[in-house]
């Protein structure tokens, strides 16, 4: 196969529409001993196939000689002729040489589909890195960066398990035990109809039973306990404890991931898998931005009131499974929460447009 420089392949159109109305297409059966070319395919079996679309016509095919398939390649041989074949009519027609020039064409697809992003990334390359710059200059992730240094020094004790809840988005759960009356109710009742038992039995028989220690003790009058789990409702503003996912920290990431990415005249030999290794590091580190972004931002939802109000029952009632004097704790519930001034809410995170096609992009590949 005439090998295609990636220029010549990113502008290349392999797919045929309307395969049967190739100027010149040939319709006599190919000569098996002239090696051929793949140069296209045509892919037109409609959606739902022959079940939903009765009356879809299939394309013809140069071995069958008539019209079987939906899909094919388009074939071009030594003396310059045009044919179209059916997906599995190539090999029965040509053999293993077939299914040689058939691989070389789908890694031919293949950069080209790969070729297609790197030049979409480039395309958008430097109003990203402008996007990523403006991101260590918005204030606002220094502002909440101040606020989890704040939090910690005031309740690093209380930081340290929120930290815990938002690594797995926990939720809020205070957990306490509660007299089970139901189940004192049953105790007393089985312990009456023992002592109905008993007493319907002659006096003989009580003698005997009591000396044998099988008469009725008294009924036992201290309470059942019963675990309670109440649901304080799931942590907001994990962003302020999740520092591993820091947004200058992802924006940095991007940039690195975005360093090879120049223009495809500059790409030369580099391998396939390379190229899917970058534009995969590109799409993971682009991800996990936008989730930093949405969940930082969010980090003054912390301070809503009903939430610090949840937060604090939840630390109360979490301390009796733990160790039972904490003075970090007093300070907590002292209201040293309360005396730090809230983030000022943000309803809405930063989305920035470049990395908002980067990241459709990825989605689509
Ligand atoms: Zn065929």
Redesign the pocket.
């Known amino acids: 196969m005439r090998p295609i420089s990636d220029e010549e392949l990113l502008s290349r159109q392999f797919r045929y529409e309307d395969p049967e109305s190739i100027p010149g297409l040939c319709r006599d059966r190919p000569d098996q001993n002239l090696d051929p070319e793949i140069v296209g395919f045509y892919e037109v079996r409609p959606f739902g196939g022959r079940a939903a679309n009765p009356d879809a016509p299939y394309v013809w095919?140069c071995?069958?000689q008539k019209p079987?398939?939906w899909g094919g390649r388009v074939l071009k041989d030594k003396t310059d002729s045009t044919y179209i074949?059916?997906a599995d009519?190539g090999r029965k027609h040509y053999g293993d040489k077939f299914v040689v020039i058939d691989r070389a064409f789908n890694d031919q697809l293949a950069r080209q589909k790969l070729l297609v992003r790197w030049s979409d990334a480039h395309a958008i390359r430097d109003q990203l890195l402008a996007e990523i710059k403006q991101v260590f200059s918005d204030p606002t992730w220094a502002e909440i960066e101040k606020k989890r240094a704040e939090l910690k020094r005031v309740a690093p004790d209380v930081v340290y398990r929120l930290k815990a809840l938002a690594n797995r988005a926990g939720s809020l759960i205070v957990r306490d035990q509660v007299r089970d009356l139901a189940a004192e109710e049953q105790r007393r009742q089985s312990h009456d109809r023992a002592v109905a038992v008993f007493k319907a039995l002659s006096k003989w028989e009580q003698r005997e039973r009591r000396r044998d220690g099988l008469a009725p003790a008294d009924l036992d009058e201290t309470p059942i306990l019963k675990d309670r789990e109440q649901n304080l409702g799931p942590l907001r503003g994990l962003g302020l404890f999740l520092e591993d996912r820091d947004v200058r920290a992802e924006a940095i990431k991007l940039r690195d991931a975005m360093g090879p990415i120049g223009t495809i005249s500059k790409l030369g030999a580099v391998r396939n898998a390379e190229i899917t290794r970058t534009l995969r590091r590109i799409t993971d580190a682009a991800t996990a931005l936008r989730s930093a972004f949405v969940e930082t931002a969010a980090s003054w939802r912390f301070f809503e009131p009903d939430h610090t109000e949840a937060v604090e029952r939840w630390y109360a009632g979490s301390r009796h499974s733990t160790i039972a004097i904490d003075p970090l704790s007093t300070v907590y519930r002292a209201g040293a929460l309360a005396r730090i001034v809230p983030l000022p809410p943000r309803p809405t995170y930063f989305d920035p447009p470049a990395l908002k096609t980067l990241l459709a992009d990825g989605q689509t590949a």
């Open positions: 095919c071995h069958c079987t398939h074949i059916g009519c």
